[in-house]
């Protein structure tokens, strides 16, 4: 066991919203860390979801959620210009087929009004026809919140990350939380080999943060997940459509959302599955199978022979729980606000973020850094905080004057490894050189393997570049951490 080591805040878990938080803490006086169980970040909720930024109109006014995705929604443009991530705002579409479908437009329309939300309107059927012709006839009304966004949810989490650390965030991987207990004033947290002692603690571990809270205190909340499943469509003669769709049904449940992505590929999902015991990410036959039913019949027009992955997500579900005798028992009826419990002083658990987590990371990472600032005493700011991360070079950007000098000075630069997305291998050495130590950890930085082959002509050049430069063998490199190995290893 290495020594202890103090810190005024730890982090705990390298999602969206412990990079989040840890960006924002660097922005005071204080000594901060991050604790991530995994190898690597990003690895949790935050690398399988929807990608839009929403406008709030889908949150009940007067609530926590309504109010930071406004705000946060209106900010999004100057936060992924400070850390040159991608963001287009392309408008959303809230179409409707029937009576019900109306119903909701209306209220949404009337809560997005009531939230502050600008850019609403309720369209005819006709007009919204005429914005997305691909649609299936018959729309009879439609909300177009001209606010919505697209973004890069992993480029986000990384540059969030990376920002934390070249302001002075210690990160600790492979450092899974055992043990949090409190000592005098004090947190003193049991993370792999090291033990940490801080004066508050952030716990954002996503589907493990009410385990985390139970460590040190009673159950309040608990994370009953589900799964969703996704369809990823390339779009080799242009877009499907050109806003984000939301597809609502007349029958009660889950309609159809149309994702067109920041790099021009359409995403179809969420579906909604039951969750099991034990999370993962698999995807289910039924999810697939209603994703292409449904879709075939909101673009009757859509090439489903285009679909080039699917994938599968977790939704950390936040229910209540009551002590029945031994046993805690979940309420029946899930939380839908942002559950931030506080059971104990110094520490914050958020438990079960779900939608708009995403568009809202960076507001609460900001609120609750500056909660656990002034805890600790040091909400002074921090004078050599800056708020930018630059861009890594990516040539297929650049003009070809300014290619050529990239490749003259680095030659890497001049290796196309993936001839799909266009990327280089003084690319994959830089996510590498950034903190990638698996082949999915080098696709979310900078994506080989996102394209139409998804990696069958790339992935071992890059498996090979990964174990060169780690200077590890090749059969110790995985996808995605332990139990994936490529090669025919032992899993561990
Ligand atoms: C299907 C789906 C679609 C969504 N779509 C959108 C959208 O379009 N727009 C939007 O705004 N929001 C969306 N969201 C919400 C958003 O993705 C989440 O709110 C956000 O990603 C949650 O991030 P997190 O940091 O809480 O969790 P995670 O990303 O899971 O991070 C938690 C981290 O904690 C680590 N950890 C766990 N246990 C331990 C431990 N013991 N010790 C140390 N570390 C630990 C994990 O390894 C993980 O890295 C969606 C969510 C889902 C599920």
Redesign the pocket.
């Known amino acids: 066991m290495s020594t202890e080591v103090r810190y005024d805040v730890v982090v705990?878990?390298?999602?969206?919203?412990?990079?989040f938080a840890a960006r924002h803490l660097t922005s005071y006086r204080l000594r901060c860390a991050l604790?991530?169980?995994?190898e690597d970040?990003?690895?949790?909720?935050?690398?399988?979801?929807?990608?839009?930024?929403?406008t709030g109109c889908d949150n009940k006014p007067g609530t926590l959620k309504a109010r930071l995705?406004v705000q946060a929604n209106r900010s999004f443009e100057q936060l992924c210009a400070q850390l040159s991530v991608s963001f287009v705002r392309r408008g959303s579409l809230l179409v409707s087929y029937g009576p019900r479908g109306d119903q909701v437009v209306r209220r949404k329309y009337d809560q997005g009004q009531e939230n502050g939300v600008e850019g609403l309107s309720i369209l005819t059927g006709a007009q919204a026809a005429a914005l997305e012709p691909g649609l299936a006839p018959g729309i009879t009304s439609a909300l177009l919140a001209s606010g919505t966004g697209v973004t890069d949810?992993w480029a986000l989490?990384y540059a969030a990350y990376e920002n934390a650390q070249a302001n002075g965030c210690q990160v600790y991987l492979n450092?899974?939380?055992?043990a949090l207990r409190r000592e005098g004033k004090d947190w003193v947290i049991a993370?792999g080999t090291h033990t940490l002692r801080a004066r508050a603690v952030l716990n954002?571990?996503?589907?493990?943060?009410h385990?985390?809270q139970e460590l040190c205190a009673p159950p309040t909340v608990r994370v009953i997940p589900d799964r969703?499943d996704?369809l990823v469509l390339d779009q080799p003669t242009g877009p499907y459509v050109h806003h984000v769709i939301f597809q609502e049904p007349e029958q009660k449940g889950k309609g159809l959302t149309l994702?067109p992505t920041t790099d021009g590929k359409l995403l179809l999902?969420?579906s909604e599955q039951p969750g099991g015991a034990a999370p993962h990410r698999a995807v289910t036959p039924e999810g697939l199978d209603f994703l292409r039913r449904t879709a075939a019949r909101v673009v009757p027009g859509l090439d489903l022979s285009q679909v080039i992955r699917a994938f599968g997500?977790?939704?950390?579900n936040p229910f209540s729980v009551r002590q029945e005798g031994e046993a805690w028992v979940p309420e029946d009826k899930g939380i839908h606000s942002f559950t931030i419990s506080t059971p104990c002083p110094g520490l914050w658990s958020?438990i079960g973020?779900?939608?708009?987590?995403?568009?809202?990371?960076d507001a609460l990472g900001a609120m609750l850094a500056g909660e656990a600032a002034a805890y600790v005493g040091k909400g002074r700011p921090n004078p050599d905080f800056d708020p930018c991360r630059p861009l890594p070079p990516r040539p297929r950007d650049l003009d070809s004057a300014a290619r050529r000098a990239l490749v003259q000075a680095h030659p890497a630069y001049g290796r196309v490894i993936c001839r799909c997305e266009d990327v280089t291998e003084g690319e994959i050495l830089d996510a590498i050189r950034r903190g990638a130590v698996t082949l999915d950890g080098v696709k979310r930085r900078v994506g080989p393997g996102l394209g139409r082959c998804q990696g069958s002509w790339c992935a071992d050049q890059v498996l090979d570049l990964l174990a060169r430069t780690l200077g590890v063998s090749p059969e110790e490199v995985t996808q995605d951490g332990a139990d994936s190995l490529l090669l025919g290893g032992e899993g561990t």
């Open positions: 705990l878990g390298g999602g969206l919203l412990g990079c604790v991530e169980a995994r970040v990003c690895t949790g909720i935050s690398r399988s979801n929807s990608a839009i930024v929403y995705c949810p989490c450092a899974p939380v055992t993370a954002c571990c996503g589907l493990e943060a385990r985390i969703a996704y994702i999902g969420p997500a977790v939704r950390p958020l973020i779900k939608t708009p987590g995403l568009t809202c990371a």
